[in-house]
């Protein structure tokens, strides 16, 4: 199996995987002013993005971005044809734990998205607000809006990894079996996305495209047109939110 990812703004790559070739674009650039703490890994058989969330007591050189690419790392050594994706993040999180004494409550977390296929089938996994969107005869969104759901509370963070709460990877690996997932006949997808919320909300919030302009749109242009929508709301009068911009990344997978 051959892999070959070019971390640029819209690279395209082919991946001979079980006799048929895989295109894969990736996209991804940070808030303006700041490092991306997104994270996108490719392997032969499976796209993985994160989206790093920075502790509010972290120790200095552990923030978001350093939590996803270890996650990334780890699961791209652990990622199998047959396990269960919750299973393998659930690993994943506990060796993280124990290789970092992390601490539930008091360490770096990720959102993640995972999606893996075979000759024949595609799973995909979701936890918090990173989703996946596969189109076929129809599109299916596999999506986690637990988080989202909670806004109101006062406290938000009170129900992280929480029953009735909003689940993400962190040092609970209990969280990863809290995951969304679904799986699809190969035969019947065209084409898969996964994209963080910095993405995702040019559909979701802002109205700026369908589902389906995104299996086509160049993912560069995804990119410059929510930056666009977002300049010109810089008092979040429009749409309201915590921060005007937000790391960005989506991976396509056509094949």
Known sequence: MLSTYVDNRDPSTEVDTYGEIVKIETAEQGAPGRVTEDRIRVLPNAVVVLDGVTSRTRPPDRNGGWYATKLADELARLINDTDPLTDLLAEAITNL??????????????????????????????????????FGRTTHVLEDTRLEDLRPQPDILAWKNKPDGWWVA??????????????????????????????SCGVSDYGLFSWEDLEEMPLGEVLDRIREAERGDPEHK?????????????????G
């Open 238 to 254: 429009r749409w309201p939110r915590f921060k005007t911009h937000d790391d960005q990344a989506i991976a396509r997978i056509t």
């Open 170 to 199: 962190e040092a609970e690996p209990v969280a990863a079996h809290q995951a969304r997932t679904a799986s699809w006949p190969r035969s019947e997808i065209r084409k898969v996305i996964a994209l963080t919320d910095g993405v």
């Open 97 to 134: 734990v124990r290789e970092h004494d992390l601490v539930p409550g008091d360490s770096p977390s990720a959102t993640a998205s995972i999606v893996r296929w075979t000759a024949d089938r595609i799973d995909a996994l979701v936890l918090c607000d990173t989703p996946v969107v596969a």
